[in-house]
C-alpha cells in the first residue's frame, strides 16, 4: 500500500467538468485518485478552498480524501491571482503532510501545482510526480501564450521532477524537444474513460431521454468555452454543413471558461443569431457524466476542433459511447483518433472542409463506425492508469531521487 498526497490547487476535483477553469484535468485527477484508492493505495487530494461552505476534508470514498486548504480568499478568483497564493497553498499542504504518515509520492497537477509540489518534495525527501496537462511552450506555438515566466518555471519543475506523466508519445516528445527533459523521466502513461458511463447505446432512444428530435444530424461539441478549444470552428462547421445539406444541429456543451470566456460565448450569440441558426444550436450547460453520455450517445458525430490538447479525454468518452470523432490533428488527438477507425483528423481550420467530412461521415456506415470506435476506448481504463502509476512509484526506492 502506498501513500499518494495529490496536488489540484487550482481546481477541485469535485468540480464539475466545464464550468470555470475544470475541465479534463479534473475528471483526471478525480477517477485516477479514484482508482488508486480502489486498488488499496491511500489517496489525499489537496485543493484550494473558494467557498468558505467548503468542509476541511471530504471522504469522497474508502481511501480517497480531498482537502480543502486555505489560500487567498475563500472565493473565485481571477486565472492571473493564482500565483500569488501559491506560497499559502503549499505552506497548508506542508502543515497537513506534516501531522500524519509521510507520503510515498506527491503527484502535482498542473504547473502551479508543480511549483508547491517542487518545494514540498524537498522538505520531505519524496519522490515528486508532474502532469502538467498543458504547457507553456505548446501553447504559445498556437495560440498566445501566458509568460515566459510560467515557461521557465516549468522547465524548472521538469528539471527536478522525479517523473513527469505524457499522456501520449507526442507529449512526451514535447517536454523532452521543448524543455530538454530527460527521456528516461518521461513516462507515457495513457488516460482512462468511466466505462460504466460511457458505453454504447441506442441513438433514438438517447435523443427521447434529452427531449431532442429523433431525425436529422446532431454534432455535438463538449469542452470548455475559450478560443483554444477551437468552439467557434464547431459552430461554423454547422453553418456550413447546414448550407450543405439543409439540416443538423450542433449542441454545445460547456461554459466560459478564464479571461476571454464570456466574449467567446457572446460571439457564439451573435454568429448564430446572424447565420440564423438560433432553433439549430443548442447551449447546454456543463452535465454529469451520466447526462453526458446520453449527448455522446445521442450524436452522430462528437467534434473537437482544439488548436492544442494534452489528450483529448472529451474524443475518448465519444469513441467508448460509440460515436465517432472529427478531431484537429493536433497534440494527443494524433495518438488518440486513429482514421478510419474511431474517426477522422483534419490539417486545417476551414469550416467547408471539415463540413464535407462531417457530412461523409454521417452519411457512411454508422454501424461500423460506432464498433470501432468503442473497441479502440475499451483499451484505456483508469484502473490501467493507476497499476501503471503504482509501478513507477514502486521503482523510486532503488533510484533514489532527482535533485536539482
Known amino acids: 500500500?502506498?501513500?499518494?498526497?495529490?496536488?489540484?490547487?487550482?481546481?477541485?476535483?469535485?468540480?464539475?467538468?466545464?464550468?470555470?477553469?475544470?475541465?479534463?484535468?479534473?475528471?483526471?485527477?478525480?477517477?485516477?485518485?479514484?482508482?488508486?484508492?480502489?486498488l488499496g493505495h491511500e489517496v489525499d487530494v489537496y485543493t484550494r478552498r473558494d467557498d468558505p461552505a467548503r468542509r476541511e476534508t471530504v471522504l469522497v470514498e474508502p481511501g480517497l480524501r480531498v482537502h480543502h486548504v486555505t489560500a487567498g480568499p475563500a472565493a473565485p478568483i481571477g486565472r492571473d491571482s493564482f500565483v500569488d497564493h501559491v506560497a499559502q497553498y503549499t505552506a497548508g499542504v506542508s502543515a497537513s503532510l506534516a501531522c500524519g504518515p509521510r507520503p510515498d509520492v506527491i503527484h502535482a497537477n498542473y504547473w502551479l501545482s508543480g511549483l508547491a509540489g517542487h518545494r514540498l518534495k524537498h522538505e520531505f525527501d519524496v519522490p515528486l510526480v508532474v502532469t502538467f496537462h498543458t504547457l507553456?511552450?505548446?501553447?504559445?506555438?498556437?495560440?498566445?501564450?501566458?509568460?515566459?515566466?510560467?515557461?521557465?518555471?516549468e522547465a524548472g519543475?521538469?528539471?527536478?521532477?522525479?517523473?513527469?506523466?505524457?499522456?501520449?508519445?507526442?507529449?512526451?516528445?514535447?517536454?523532452?524537444?521543448?524543455?530538454?527533459?530527460?527521456?528516461?523521466?518521461?513516462?507515457?502513461?495513457?488516460?482512462?474513460?468511466q466505462h460504466a458511463f460511457f458505453s454504447p447505446g441506442n441513438r433514438v432512444q438517447a435523443r427521447r431521454a434529452l427531449g431532442l428530435e429523433p431525425e436529422g444530424p446532431l454534432l455535438v461539441y463538449v469542452g470548455r468555452l475559450q478560443p483554444l478549444k477551437g468552439v467557434d470552428l464547431a459552430l461554423e462547421t454547422l453553418i456550413a454543413l447546414r448550407e450543405r445539406r439543409g439540416e443538423g444541429r450542433l449542441a454545445i456543451i460547456g461554459g466560459p471558461s478564464g479571461p476571454e470566456g464570456p466574449a467567446t460565448l457572446a460571439g457564439l450569440h451573435r454568429r448564430v443569431g446572424a447565420a440564423g441558426v438560433i432553433d439549430d444550436v443548442l447551449f447546454v450547460a456543463p452535465q454529469s457524466h451520466q447526462v453526458l453520455s446520453s449527448w455522446l450517445r445521442a450524436a452522430d458525430l462528437t467534434l473537437v476542433p482544439s488548436r492544442s490538447e494534452s489528450f483529448g479525454l472529451v474524443a475518448l468518452e465519444s469513441s467508448a459511447c460509440g460515436t465517432p470523432v472529427l478531431a484537429s490533428n493536433?497534440?494527443?488527438?494524433?495518438?488518440?483518433?486513429?482514421?478510419?477507425v474511431n474517426g477522422r483528423r483534419l490539417d486545417h481550420r476551414e469550416p467547408g472542409g471539415w463540413a464535407e467530412e462531417a457530412a461523409a461521415m454521417i452519411e457512411g456506415d454508422r454501424e461500423g463506425w460506432s464498433q470501432r470506435a468503442a473497441a479502440l476506448a475499451r483499451r484505456?481504463?483508469?484502473?490501467?492508469?493507476?497499476?501503471?502509476?503504482?509501478?513507477l512509484v514502486g521503482g523510486f526506492a532503488a533510484a533514489g531521487l532527482v535533485r536539482c
Open 380 to 391: 484505456y481504463t483508469w484502473r490501467a492508469a493507476a497499476e501503471e502509476l503504482v509501478d
Open 330 to 340: 493536433v497534440g494527443g488527438l494524433r495518438n488518440l483518433v486513429e482514421p478510419e
Open 157 to 193: 519543475i521538469i528539471a527536478c521532477a522525479d517523473a513527469v506523466l505524457a499522456s501520449c508519445q507526442v507529449e512526451a516528445d514535447q517536454v523532452v524537444e521543448l524543455y530538454g527533459a530527460a527521456d528516461s523521466r518521461v513516462r507515457i502513461v495513457p488516460l482512462g474513460v
Open 1 to 38: 500500500m502506498a501513500r499518494f498526497a495529490v496536488l489540484s490547487y487550482h481546481t477541485s476535483p469535485l468540480a464539475q467538468a466545464g464550468t470555470g477553469d475544470a475541465g479534463g484535468m479534473n475528471v483526471y485527477v478525480r477517477e485516477l485518485s479514484s482508482a488508486l484508492a480502489r
Open 136 to 153: 507553456e511552450r505548446v501553447k504559445a506555438a498556437v495560440n498566445s501564450g501566458e509568460s515566459d515566466h510560467r515557461a521557465s518555471q
